[in-house]
């Protein structure tokens, strides 16, 4: 069973997979652009790119009062 251990997701498994939970809240391009910046993380100055797409402007299911 792929990504358990000793049998690690491949590459464009975890793209898929990271591709398909983000949509779930972000366009495509946006989830595009996230996946890049995730993969180059290491370079970026601060994670503020990042910060600004993971933000949601509207409420994402139900709200609670």
Do not use: N, Y
């Amino acid at each position: 069973l792929a990504g358990w251990e000793g049998t690690p997701l491949t590459r464009e498994q975890q793209h898929a997979k990271f591709l398909s939970c983000a949509r779930a809240l972000l366009d495509d391009t946006a989830a595009q652009r996230m996946l890049a910046l995730v993969e180059d993380i290491e370079s970026l100055g601060d994670v503020g790119a990042i910060m600004d797409i993971a933000r949601c402007q509207e409420p994402v299911g139900p709200t609670f009062t």
